[in-house]
C-alpha cells in the first residue's frame, strides 16, 4: 500500500470534483495514452519475454535514450536494485558525455551486450550520434546490427523504417503516448522485461492507482494538485526522497512536473518548479533555505516503511563519542529523521505532505509513478495549458542545426 | 584558463565596489578562514603524503562523511575523474541509505581498506552511526581501529578526543572554516591526497581565482552577485552543467547556494534558490520550463572546452535516419548544444552567464569552487546575512533526538 498524508488545510470536494471530470474526459477520449497503458502495455510483455528467451548469449542491456527515453528506466533501476534477475545488467547512456560514453563501453563484452536504441521521433540527435559511436567503437558490420540493436520507436518513424531495412526488431510506443508519460509502454517494458524485473507487477501497481483515483475517489492527488495550483507564491515544489535509491525516480519527477507543467499561455508565463533531493543527506544542503528562506515552496516526503534488511546500529560504547540510547536500525534512523524534518517544516507553517510505500517493489513503484503522472495530468488542467507538448525546446534545436551547419 | 562572460546588464563598477571592500574586511579580518586555505592548506599536503606513504598495502578510501564533510570530495572525484593515481579507489557514504552502505561494503577486501570519517563538530550522527555499522560489519577489535579508521574534524572535538583515546590519527579543520566551505581544508586536502590527486595544483587554481578578484579586480563575480541579490523576481539561479562529471560539483553548489544565503533577518525569509542540471541530458528535462515558464530564474551555462579525448561521430550514412553534415567530435556536439541553448534563452532575454573553462584539470576545479565561494560570500554582504551558519537545521535535530529517545 502507498499512503498519502496531507497536512495542508483542504478545501470541500466538491471545489474540486469539476477537475475530476476533466481527466475522466481525457481518460474517455483515448487520445492521451498513457492512462490506459496499465492495459495496452500487457502483450508486450509476452513480446519482450519471447525476444530475450532467443538472446540467451546477452549479459549486459544497454539502453540509449534522451529524456523520457531512459529517465523512467532509470528511476526504476534505482528503485528496484535488487530484484532484477542475477544474470543481466542494465546500463544507461542519456547524455553527449564522452566520459559517460567510454566508462560504459569499456566494461561490455560486444558478443554479451544488446542496445535498445530508444527514440520516440526516430531522429533525436544525441541518440543517433550515440548509435553510430557505439557502430564504430565495436567496429560492427552494417549487415551485422541486427545482433546487437533493436529499436524502440514510434511505428513508422525513420527509426523504425531504418530498422525495416537493417532487420533490426522494433518495439512500439503507442503514438498517444508523450515521452515523458512513456514509462509503462515499451519504453520501460522492454528494458525492464529484458533484464528480469517483475514488469507485470509494476502495471498492476499503476493500475491501482487508476482504481483509487477513479473508482474509489481517493481525493489527495486533486487536493494537492489544487494546493500547488492556487498558491502561487509557493510555486516551488520540493520532493523530499528518504533513500539513495531514489535518486532516478527525482530526475524522473522533475522532468514530469517541469516539461509538462512550464508552458506559455498567450502572453503568460505558467509552471511549477520541482525540485527533488534526497533525504536525510540533504538535511545538511537544501533543508536550511526551506526552513528560513522564503516561503515559496511546497514539500512532499517520500518515505519507505519495510526495514526488514537494515542493520541494527551496534551499542558500541565510546567514551567520548555520543550513543544512540535506544536500539535502532539504520532505517529506522532515516525514517526518524525524515520525520523529525517534517515535524520542522509543518511548525514553520509550510505546505507538507508526506507519500510512504509500504514497500519498495515493483508493484509500488508503478503506483508511485503513476499518481505523479495523475497529479501532473490534473494540474495542467487546473493551470489550463496543454500538458503534453514542449514547444519551447524547438528554438535551441533549429539554433544547434545551424550552429553543426556552420 | 576560466572565462566567465556575462550576457545580461552590468551596472557601474563604483555601484558595486562598496562590497569589495566590505569582502576585504572580511579576508582581512581573519574570522573566516575559507579565504586563506590556499595558504594555511600547503602543509597538510605533506602531512598526508608522509602518512599514506607509510600505508602501502592501502587500495580503498572510504570517506564518510554528511554535507560539507564529503560534498566538495564528491565534486572533485567526479571532475578529476582520470587524475588519480590507478592504485587507489575513493569511496564515498554521505548517507544514512542502507543500500549504499553495503554497496560500498561489499566491494571493500579491510586489509585494504583506509576509513576517513569526517565531522567538523565530532558528533554527526549519521557519521557516528555509519562508524559503529563499519566496525561491526568487519568485526574489527577496538584496539585495532587505529589500523583501519583516520579522523578529520575541529582541534578537541568529541572525535579528536576519542582519536586520542583510542590512538587513532587525526587531521584538522581549522575552526574558523565552516563546513560548506571546508573542501580546500583537511576535510578535501587529505581524501584527495591519499588518492594521489595534484592537490598542490587545486590550491593554486584557488590562489589564482583570489587574486584575479583582489589584485586584478575582476568584476563578473560581483556583477553577478549584484545581479541575482537585486533581481528578486529571479531569485531561482539555475547552473546548467554540460557534462556528467558536473554531477557531483551541482550537488556542492547547491549546498553552498542554499545553506548560506537561505536565512531569517528578523521577521523576513531571505534567499536565494539554486537549482542544477546537466546538460545536454536535461535540455530534454527541465529546459521547457525555463524558456516558456515564469520568469524567475537566472542560468549559468558551465562548458569545458578541451574537446581532445572525445571521439569523431563516424560519418555513416544511413538510408532513413539523419547524418550531421560536418564532422563534429561528441564533446563539440555538447558544446554546440550548451551554446544552442544558452542562445534561445538570451533571445528570451533571461539573465544568462556562461563559464568556460581551459580544460578539466585540478587547477581549473580549484579556480571553480573558488570563484563560487567568493560569489556566496559577496551575495551575503549584499544580503546583509549571516553567510556561514546554518541555524534552521537545528530544529530538526532536537526532534530528532526526542524521536531517537522515545
Known amino acids: 500500500m502507498l499512503k498519502n498524508s496531507i497536512f495542508f488545510k483542504k478545501v470541500e470536494f466538491s471545489t474540486i470534483t469539476s477537475y475530476a471530470y476533466r481527466i475522466n474526459d481525457e481518460v474517455q477520449s483515448g487520445e492521451i495514452g498513457y492512462y490506459h497503458l496499465f492495459n495496452t502495455s500487457l502483450p508486450l510483455i509476452e513480446e519482450g519475454l519471447e525476444f530475450i528467451k532467443k538472446q540467451d548469449h546477452v549479459r549486459n542491456i544497454v539502453l540509449i535514450g534522451m529524456g523520457g527515453s ?10 528496484l536494485l535488487n530484484q532484477k534477475s542475477k544474470d543481466k545488467e542494465l546500463f544507461i547512456l542519456d547524455n553527449t558525455s564522452t566520459y559517460s560514453l567510454f566508462s560504459v563501453l569499456e566494461k561490455l563484452n ?41 529499436f524502440i520507436t514510434d511505428e513508422n518513424s525513420k527509426l523504425h523504417q531504418e530498422g525495416e531495412n537493417l532487420g533490426i526488431k522494433s518495439f512500439f510506443i503507442p503514438s498517444n503516448v508523450g515521452g515523458r508519460f512513456s514509462v509503462l509502454s515499451a519504453v520501460g ?49 520540493v520532493l523530499f526522497s528518504y533513500d539513495d535509491v531514489f535518486k532516478g525516480f527525482n530526475e524522473w519527477y522533475i522532468q514530469l512536473i517541469a516539461e509538462s507543467l512550464g508552458k506559455k499561455q498567450g502572453y503568460k508565463r505558467i509552471g511549477l518548479t520541482p525540485i527533488a533531493l534526497i533525504g536525510a543527506r540533504d538535511q545538511h544542503s537544501f533543508l536550511q533555505l526551506i526552513m528560513d528562506g522564503p516561503k515559496n515552496k511546497t514539500i512532499t516526503f517520500l518515505k519507505v516503511k ?68 495523475l497529479f501532473t495530468s490534473a494540474c495542467g488542467i487546473m493551470l489550463g495549458i496543454n500538458t503534453y507538448n514542449q514547444p519551447g525546446v524547438e528554438v535551441g534545436k533549429l539554433i544547434l542545426k545551424n550552429i553543426l551547419k556552420s
Not at 70 to 79: E, I, P, Q, R, T
Not at 196 to 208: F, I, P, R, S, T
Not at 212 to 219: G, L, N, T, V, Y
Not at 345 to 366: C, P, Q, R, T
Request: include cysteine; hydrophobic fraction near 40%.
Open 70 to 79: 531512459s529517465c523512467g528506466v532509470k528511476a526504476l533501476k534505482d528503485m
Open 110 to 150: 560486444l558478443e554479451e551486450s544488446l542496445f535498445l536504441i530508444t527514440s520516440k521521433t526516430g531522429s533525436t540527435i544525441e541518440v543517433v550520434s550515440l548509435f553510430k559511436l557505439i557502430i564504430d567503437y565495436f567496429k560492427i558490420e552494417i549487415s551485422n546490427l541486427k545482433k546487437y540493436f533493436v
Open 306 to 373: 519495510d526495514n526488514e534488511k537494515s542493520p541494527i546500529i551496534p551499542d558500541i560504547h565510546f567514551k567520548f563519542l555520543d550513543s544512540l540510547s535506544n536500539k535502532v536500525n539504520l532505517h529506522d534512523l532515516l525514517n526518524a529523521q525524515c520525520d523529525a524534518t517534517m515535524h520542522a517544516l509543518i511548525s514553520e507553517n509550510l505546505s507538507v505532505d508526506v507519500i510512504e510505500m509500504e514497500k519498495l517493489d515493483a508493484w509500488h513503484a508503478g503506483y508511485l509513478m503513476y499518481y505523479y503522472e
Open 189 to 237: 517494458i522492454v528494458p525492464l522485461c529484458f533484464c528480469g524485473y517483475d514488469v507485470k507487477a509494476l502495471l498492476e501497481g499503476a493500475k491501482a492507482c487508476f482504481d483509487d483515483f477513479f473508482i474509489h475517489k481517493k481525493e489527495e492527488i486533486l487536493q494537492k494538485a489544487y494546493h500547488y495550483c492556487t498558491h502561487k507564491n509557493a510555486n516551488i515544489n
